[in-house]
């Protein structure tokens, strides 16, 4: 039985950027502060809230294209938001415990995320097909 999906918040594609965020800004971003890097906390920060933000925006469209634009938003704020946290682990400001951790939230967020996009656009494919005119 499938499960009903009343809010983005139900999406596990949301789920999981959601969890990839928290760690991200309470982890790592609040270490980026404690030692002053601020910048880079900053686009942390961003990047790492713009991938759940996208898919709510997106959910709020109601029309299958539209969401998965701004899904592929989120996507590319999850990889920028991942570039960060490498920068991070580069210039000695988090472990390399916190970059892989970072690492597998990120996967799975991608990972569920590029599922959800498919999905999308078969549904706007099969709805096209099904509001198309039937030759005789």
Same mark, same amino acid.
């Given at each position: 039985?499938?499960?009903?999906? &009343? $809010?983005?918040?139900?999406?596990?594609?949301? @789920?999981?950027? +959601?969890?990839? +965020?928290?760690?991200?800004?309470?982890?790592?971003?609040? =270490?980026?502060?404690?030692?002053?890097?601020?910048?880079?906390?900053?686009?942390? @920060?961003?990047?790492? %809230? #713009?991938?759940?933000?996208?898919?709510?925006?997106?959910?709020? %469209?109601?029309?299958?294209?539209?969401?998965? !634009?701004?899904?592929? *938003?989120?996507?590319?704020?999850?990889?920028?938001?991942?570039?960060?946290?490498?920068?991070? =682990?580069?210039?000695?400001?988090? &472990?390399?415990?916190?970059? #892989? &951790? #970072? %690492?597998?939230?990120?996967?799975?967020?991608? !990972?569920?995320?590029?599922?959800?996009? *498919?999905?999308?656009? %078969?549904?706007? *494919?099969? $709805? @096209?097909?099904? $509001?198309?005119?039937? #030759?005789?």
């Amino acid at each position: 039985m499938e499960t009903q999906i &009343t $809010s983005f918040e139900d999406l596990e594609a949301y @789920k999981a950027c +959601r969890e990839f +965020r928290i760690f991200a800004c309470t982890v790592i971003a609040k =270490s980026l502060n404690q030692q002053k890097e601020f910048e880079l906390a900053k686009q942390l @920060k961003d990047s790492a %809230r #713009s991938t759940t933000a996208n898919i709510a925006e997106g959910y709020g %469209r109601f029309h299958h294209l539209d969401n998965a !634009k701004f899904c592929s *938003n989120a996507r590319g704020s999850l990889y920028e938001a991942l570039e960060h946290i490498i920068t991070a =682990s580069d210039e000695g400001f988090t &472990t390399e415990q916190n970059l #892989s &951790t #970072s %690492r597998e939230y990120f996967e799975k967020s991608v !990972k569920l995320l590029n599922g959800y996009i *498919n999905y999308l656009y %078969r549904s706007a *494919n099969k $709805s @096209k097909n099904q $509001s198309a005119p039937q #030759s005789c």
